[in-house]
Structures are given as structure tokens and as C-alpha cells.
């Protein structure tokens, strides 16, 4: 069965250092998806992608934060200059163009120092 | 302000104690209701959709259902691998299908 994969899992970062999250969604999905979830708190919604554009973002999604798929295949979230505050787990979530489930990666833990 | 608010934050049950976990919410223009499992350090993982009041999901032992206001999840005789987190989410039909998640539902089932 196809799955989301995300690297890596777990990423070690200094404050104000730029870091990048991969994402490979299901190959037939189109409709990309970040979300992170700090420890113990909600999963909170980022941004959504469609047909190489964003769609959506959250107040949370301010220009320290991009989204690009590079070549079709992968997905990546960029945080250019990192904060504290930014550690947490960081899902990416694709779906389908028909049906609306989204179905998450594995996440990747972001720690910043 | 749309909103997702989960009840109770945890629930202890013995294996074979039926209960039930609850899902209220107020959005505009809803889409659609999920329940996701996470397991810790996971990511969620999907279980129902729900999209209109009177509906009903079942899968093993897990039955969702949804009203105006809110959604239930059934457990029936649980396991200790049903022990998780459980999410309801509920997705807006307008922009980019933002979804909005709960604080979740922490079970435990003892065996």
C-alpha cells in the first residue's frame, strides 16, 4: 500500500539556521498538505498546495516559511531563519482529487537549539 | 471562530468496556468530519469520513456518527491496541480545505 514518506525523521537544528522538511506524497494525490504539532498541543495546520501554487496558509505561516515541489515528486516545507519556538513534529498530508481524507506521513521531528 | 473541541481529554477503560468519545464543533461551511488515530510519535492516521447528520461509519470496533453539532466515536469491547490518540478534524469547503484539528481523545484500554 502506497504511503507518505518524510525525511528525515528527525532533524537537530541551531536557532536562525535555515532547515528543510521532505515530504514524497502519494503519487496519484494532489493536494499537499504541512501541519506541525508542538509536544503535547494539537495539530495545527500550515499551508496547502495545489497545482504548484498555495492555496491556503495559517497565520502561522509568515515569510520565514515556504513550500515548493521542486520536481513532482517531492514536497518541501523551508523555514529560513529558525526559532525556538519552531520545534515540533511536522506532518506532511496529501490527498486524492476526489475524496477529501488526508492521509499524513510519518512526520519530522524538529528540535532547535 | 471555527472550532473543534474533544471530550474527555482521556479515558481509562478496561478491555471489553464499551464507551463512547465526542466530538463538538462549530465551523463555517463545513466539508467534512474525520476521525484520525495517532499513536505516539506518529503520524495520524485516517479512519472515517462523515459528511452529512445521520451518517454512520463502521470499521472492526469503531463507529462513527454525526450530528449538526457534533460527532461520536463509538468503541465496542476494546482491545489494548485500540490504546491511542483519536482526532476529529473537521475540514472547511471553501479555500484550500484547511482542516481543523481537536486536541484529541487519549485512550487507554487495559487488558
Known amino acids: 500500500e502506497p504511503e507518505v514518506t518524510q525525511t528525515p525523521s528527525h532533524q537537530v537544528t541551531q536557532m536562525g539556521q535555515e532547515v528543510i522538511l521532505r515530504c514524497v506524497p502519494i503519487s496519484n494525490h494532489l493536494y499537499f498538505y504541512w501541519y506541525r504539532q508542538i509536544l503535547g498541543q494539537k495539530v495545527e495546520f500550515l499551508v496547502s498546495f495545489y497545482n504548484n501554487e498555495i492555496s491556503e496558509k495559517s497565520e502561522i505561516f509568515d515569510d520565514q516559511f515556504s513550500v515548493e515541489r521542486p520536481d513532482g515528486s517531492n514536497f518541501t516545507l523551508k523555514i529560513r531563519s529558525t526559532k525556538l519556538e519552531d520545534s515540533a513534529m511536522y506532518f506532511c498530508?496529501?490527498?486524492?482529487?476526489?475524496?477529501?481524507?488526508?492521509?499524513f506521513g510519518p512526520g519530522t521531528r524538529l528540535t532547535v537549539l | 471562530e471555527d472550532q473543534v473541541t474533544q471530550s474527555p481529554e482521556a479515558l481509562r477503560l478496561q478491555e471489553g468496556e464499551s464507551s463512547s468519545l465526542n466530538c463538538s464543533y462549530t465551523v463555517s461551511g463545513l466539508r467534512g468530519l474525520f476521525w484520525y488515530r495517532q499513536d505516539p510519535g506518529k503520524g495520524p492516521e485516517f479512519l472515517f469520513t462523515?459528511?452529512?447528520a445521520g451518517e454512520e461509519k463502521e470499521k472492526e470496533r469503531l463507529k462513527a456518527t454525526l450530528t449538526k453539532k457534533e460527532s461520536f466515536l463509538h468503541i465496542t469491547a476494546p482491545k489494548p491496541e485500540d490504546s491511542a490518540t483519536y482526532l476529529c478534524a473537521v475540514q472547511k469547503g471553501t479555500g484550500g480545505f484547511k482542516t481543523i484539528f481537536g486536541a484529541g481523545t487519549r485512550l487507554f484500554v487495559k487488558a
Open positions: 462523515l459528511y452529512s
Open positions: 498530508a496529501g490527498r486524492q482529487g476526489s475524496g477529501n481524507e488526508q492521509f
